[in-house]
């Protein structure tokens, strides 16, 4: 088992921090990991046996990125994750069943967040609205996901929404979309319960739109009218949707390549 000593942080300097992929049997990280006060990158990916984070990660008030990917025993983030003000890219697998408002809270110069393979993770939180800079949002393999949080419309910077394989994900209410006036991309793909396109992207994504992705959504029958409006799109891409019918009549006059 390979493990740490408390000792290995003291008087380090790192800027970066990394685990290779051969060392994947770390269980924990050491509380003095809060030494490295100038630390800015931290990758703990495929780390299979990590349960917990301590407290006093939320003190690397310096960290820009954070990489979780494939900790498949995560149990959560610390509470006061809120606290990691530097924070631009945040990718996560956990076992969390939400992810409380606290955690969100304070993360105002986050970027990019990649929620992947959280499978028991049945809500965002509506605190969705304290993420001012977030740019991209991708959402991956999260199966129990049902809704997205109305708080999302305030995510006025976000320009890329990737969602890949959510099962339960319908999308029916329009999800807060409307708010999304930066939105330049969207890839909504494997999500079986998809019926239609959301309402909410009627308006504020016509004029930015430029990639629109729609892949394996055998439940959509078609594509709403009002995506002949939205006229700076670039690359329209319809792929395994078996029950589509419908194509607006205007979509073939639009500047975008269709696929």
Not at 32 to 47: C, F, H, P, W
Not at 78 to 106: A, E, H, I, M, W
Not at 227 to 251: A, H, K, M, W
């Amino acid at each position: 088992m390979y493990c740490f000593k408390k000792k290995i942080f003291q008087g380090k300097n790192f800027l970066n921090f990394y685990f290779k992929q051969e060392i994947c049997e770390l269980e924990e990280l050491p509380s003095s990991i809060s030494k490295l006060k100038q630390l800015r990158y931290l990758n703990l990916s495929r780390s299979y046996n990590i349960r917990a984070l301590p407290s006093s990660l939320c003190g690397l008030v310096n960290l820009q990125t954070l990489n979780l990917i494939n900790c498949e025993q995560l149990q959560s983030l610390p509470r006061d994750s809120g606290k990691l003000v530097n924070l631009k890219t945040l990718y996560l697998t956990s076992k969390q069943r939400f992810l409380p408002d606290k955690c969100l809270q304070g993360l105002n110069s986050l970027q990019c967040l990649l929620l992947y393979k959280c499978d028991r993770l049945t809500l965002l939180p509506e605190g969705m609205h304290h993420l001012t800079a977030l740019q991209v949002l991708r959402i991956y393999e999260c199966p129990r996901l049902a809704s997205l949080p109305s708080s999302i419309k305030y995510l006025t910077a976000l320009e890329k929404l990737w969602i890949w394989d959510c099962q339960e994900l319908t999308l029916l209410e329009g999800e807060g979309m409307e708010g999304l006036t930066s939105l330049q991309s969207l890839l909504l793909m494997g999500l079986p319960k998809l019926i239609i396109l959301p309402e909410g992207l009627k308006e504020t994504a016509a004029s930015n739109l430029q990639y629109l992705r729609t892949a394996n959504c055998p439940s959509l029958t078609a594509l709403p009218e009002w995506l002949q409006n939205f006229t700076s799109l670039l690359r329209l891409y319809i792929e395994d949707c078996p029950n589509l019918s419908y194509l607006p009549e205007g979509v073939h006059h639009l500047s975008a390549k269709a696929h």
